[in-house]
């Protein structure tokens, strides 16, 4: 049984690009949520797919954006990136939108 | 507005004692509870959850108790190991719509030798 995973494991962009992060779901689990962790805060909840149906959005602006595909792995978008973006992005899947959620690494991007 | 606190960012507890971490919410729709150690470089790992039906849930060192009236709960870790070392956030959500959970700020948990 595969664990969560993420891609790239790091990144570094400059203000105003765009930029797409990548998760595969544990195997078996049809829900992904995806999570922004600033430096000292704990995970704050962007949104979350079930059966690649966005099922509840965090208070974040439009411009980060997801998809949830066929097989379960998920894709968070940013578009027009600010300085303030720059975090850990951590993904966690769950079977059924259930409580236990199994995290992976995270990506850390920062934006210069 | 921080519906979900961890007063306290660090602790530190001698090798066998007993830790505590404490977490406080305000939000009274809040009706399930989780708590999730996190080392560096890693993603949370889930420990332990409760729901507010209960007010004690114990999963060998580990046990959570939610108090509803004073919108509290705390883990305790009973012997803390020094393998216990980690970040340590509380998490809340309210089940009825999305699962969307809210954390803490964590508590940096150092067991020492």
């Known amino acids: 049984e595969t664990g969560v995973t993420q891609s790239p494991t790091h990144l570094i962009k400059t203000r105003g690009q765009q930029v797409t992060l990548r998760c595969s779901s544990q195997?078996?689990?049809?829900?992904v949520s995806w999570y922004q962790q600033a430096l000292g805060q704990g995970p704050q909840f962007i949104f979350q797919?079930?059966?690649?149906?966005?099922?509840g959005r965090g208070n974040f602006p439009p411009r980060f954006s997801g998809l949830q595909f066929p097989n379960y792995s998920s894709e968070l978008n940013v578009n027009a990136l600010e300085l303030d973006d720059s975090a850990l992005y951590l993904c966690?899947?769950?079977?059924?939108?259930?409580?236990?959620?199994?995290f992976g690494p995270g990506t850390r991007l920062t934006v210069l | 507005d921080q519906q979900v606190k961890q007063n306290s960012p660090s602790l530190s507890v001698q090798e066998g004692r007993i830790s505590i971490l404490n977490c406080d919410y305000t939000n009274s729709m809040f009706d399930y509870f989780l708590w999730y150690k996190k080392y560096p470089a890693e993603g949370p790992t889930f420990l332990i959850s409760?729901?507010?039906?209960?007010d004690k849930n114990e999963d060998g060192r580990f046990t959570v108790f939610l108090n509803k009236s004073a919108k509290h709960l705390s883990l305790h870790i009973v012997p803390s190991q020094p393998g216990d070392s980690a970040v340590y956030f509380c998490?809340?959500?309210?089940?009825?719509?999305?699962?969307?959970?809210?954390f803490g700020t964590g508590t940096r948990l150092k067991v020492l030798a």
């Open positions: 966690a899947s769950s079977l059924d939108r259930g409580h236990e959620q199994f």
């Open positions: 797919y079930y059966r690649e149906e966005e099922n």
């Open positions: 195997s078996g689990h049809n829900t």
């Open positions: 409760i729901s507010s039906i209960k």
């Open positions: 998490a809340a959500s309210a089940t009825s719509g999305t699962y969307k959970y809210i």
